[in-house]
């Protein structure tokens, strides 16, 4: 099994910056991507920016240019670094991390408590 958890969110003015981090542990040898997810009320949960195992990284439209996804092998953790927040941007967090589901085309996800963003208008 995975663990993911999850820290760095808060309460933030807009224009305000916050970093997220998700750290990773257990057998964590067959995950080839994390990614951070969130989910505003009322709201469906969507991606928000992901990272794979071959370091190429992906962005939601909503936050290309303001978010940046990174990651630091040596400590299992992935971090999200979120700039020039908006109100809209006011969800909570989820990491996820993917791994190969055999004999099925969806792979097979973990995902962390979450963590709340909030930002002010």
């Known amino acids: 099994q995975v663990r993911l958890v999850e820290s760095g969110g808060g309460l933030v003015q807009a224009g305000g910056s916050l970093r997220l981090s998700c750290t990773a542990s257990?057998?964590?040898?067959?995950?080839?991507?994390i990614g951070w997810y969130r989910q505003g009320s009322g709201k469906q949960r969507d991606v928000v920016a992901a990272?794979?195992?071959?370091?190429?990284?992906y962005y939601a439209d909503a936050v290309k240019g303001r978010f940046t996804i990174s990651r630091d092998n040596a400590k299992n953790t992935v971090y999200l670094q979120m700039n020039s927040l908006k109100p809209e941007d006011t969800a909570v967090y989820y990491c996820?991390?993917?791994?190969?589901?055999?004999?099925?085309?969806?792979?097979?996800?973990?995902w962390g408590q979450g963590t709340q963003v909030t930002v002010s208008s």
């Open positions: 990272i794979s195992t071959g370091g190429s990284t």
């Open positions: 996820n991390a993917k791994e190969p589901n055999p004999g099925w085309s969806v792979p097979y996800n973990y």
């Open positions: 257990g057998s964590t040898e067959n995950i080839n991507a």
